[in-house]
């Protein structure tokens, strides 16, 4: 009966957070080949904010575009026995 009482609750809060911590984890990805990115193409310059926020942007749409591309962006149609 205690695992209930604490289970309950507890799966009403996770499933409160999990879109956000998905939304999260998109921003993060982005953020992180982003900085990548901007690393490879200025060197050892300094990035400034703007730069930044450019490659954040391009870093967006090439996972968005990423998404958009059959059998990569859904991995439910990746698998061979699921494929139509």
């Known amino acids: 009966m205690l ?31 982003g900085r990548k990115a901007s690393v490879m193409l200025r060197g050892m310059q300094p990035a400034t904010t703007g730069r930044r926020l450019l490659m954040l942007l391009l870093a967006v749409l090439a996972l968005w575009l990423c998404g958009q591309l059959p059998y990569v962006g859904d991995g439910s149609r990746s698998w061979p026995c699921c494929s139509e």
């Open 3 to 33: 695992i209930t009482i604490v289970g309950i609750p507890l799966a009403l809060i996770i499933m409160m957070l999990y879109v956000p911590l998905l939304f999260l984890g998109w921003v993060t990805a982005a953020l992180f080949l």
